[in-house]
């Protein structure tokens, strides 16, 4: 097991005891951060940061459903 299904274990294990999915609907959106850096504040492009999502899924009405952005923007793009 790698270190991000690891934390995503553990947080599944703590968003068990926290929401009651008959209560509420919530989203989970889990990514990887990646740092850029700029050379000093001067320059005029800024320091960015960026987020490569990893997993993402909806429960509404206690059902889960899985969201792959892959698989979502492919299908947007037959559509065009």
Known sequence: MNCFQTLLSHFNEWRYFSVDPKKADYAVITGIQI????HSADVWHPNMEYVCP?????VTGG???????????????THY
């Open 35 to 38: 740092h850029s850096y700029g």
């Open 54 to 58: 990893t997993s993402m899924y909806v």
């Open 63 to 77: 059902q889960r459903i899985d969201i792959d952005l892959l698989e979502q923007a492919e299908v947007r793009s």
